[in-house]
Nanobody, 115 residues
């Protein structure tokens, strides 16, 4: 069984930065694809960024050039560095681990961008 625990959310002013972390339990992290999603109030959950076990990354157009996903397999942790934050980035951010047909989600961490 895999458990994912996100941290690093909070309140930040527009233009500011935050770094989210997602720590995974279990032994399959290094061979799994990791992703960050977000869900704003009254909106559907959307994909923000992914990183494969080989380190290949992909981003939603809305965050390209501002967000960076990375992973540390020695710590079984995936990160999301968020720069130049905008009010529209306000959402609950979730990490997801996918390996073959199995998926696991974290509980989410709130990010609020407001002055």
């Amino acid at each position: 069984q895999v458990q994912l625990v996100e941290s690093g959310g909070g309140l930040v002013q527009p233009g500011g930065s935050l770094r989210l972390s997602c720590a995974a339990s279990g032994s399959i992290f290094s061979t799994s694809t990791m992703a960050w999603y977000r869900q704003a109030p009254e909106k559907q959950r959307e994909l923000v960024a992914t990183i494969t076990s080989y380190g290949l990354t992909n981003y939603a157009d809305s965050v390209k050039g501002r967000f960076t996903i990375s992973r540390d397999n020695t710590k079984s942790t995936v990160y999301l560095q968020m720069n130049s934050l905008k009010p529209e980035d306000t959402a609950v951010y979730y990490c997801k681990l996918r390996r073959f047909s199995s998926e696991y989600w974290g509980q989410g961490t709130q990010v609020t961008v407001s002055s």
